[in-house]
């Protein structure tokens, strides 16, 4: 079964990748800083304040979120980590995007090779019904597709 859900596009870009979903604010310094040195080489996220994320890794995932929260170094977190190779694909909010996640999206789109697409608005009930581990398909015109796990080996399925 595929899911769609139309948000507002903040960064665009046509991108597929596995849901990786948190329903708490996404602290972006405190999930990617590694004691002793600035960002986790590997994107394994350290936020224990974040117990659905804790421990996970996230390059090339889609990140499913309501918002942000933290220090106001994220959007350049979000920056380097994508420079490193380490950060989402995309992240899809719930809610509006923070001035500072954008940021860190638009400098990623713009600067590095490894561009973050960022969709924003797409209502509480994206929110609710994504699991952790479906596959994800953004659209250039801020349209999301949610598949679900047990259609992955199907032959493709219609938008609907």
Not at 17 to 27: P, Y
Not at 45 to 71: F, H, R, V, W
Request: hydrophobic fraction near 40%; charge should be negative.
């Amino acid at each position: 079964m595929i899911r769609k859900y139309k948000g507002r596009v903040v960064v665009p870009g046509d991108v597929t990748a596995d849901a990786l979903v948190t329903h708490a604010g996404f602290n972006t310094l405190a999930s990617l800083k590694t004691a002793g040195s600035f960002l986790n080489p590997k994107g394994v996220i350290q936020d224990m304040n974040n117990p659905e994320l804790y421990k996970k890794l996230m390059p090339g995932k889609a990140l499913c979120l309501p918002e942000t929260i933290g220090s106001t170094t994220g959007g350049m977190v979000l920056y380097c980590a994508s420079v490193m190779g380490v950060g989402p694909a995309c992240m899809l909010f719930s809610k509006k995007a923070d001035t500072l996640a954008v940021a860190g999206a638009v400098l990623t789109a713009n600067w590095s090779d490894h561009p973050i697409v960022l969709v924003d608005d797409l209502g509480e009930d994206f929110l609710k019904e994504v699991r952790e581990g479906e596959r994800i398909h953004v659209k250039e015109d801020g349209t999301v597709l949610v598949e679900s796990e047990d259609t992955f080996d199907a032959a493709p399925a219609a938008e609907t």
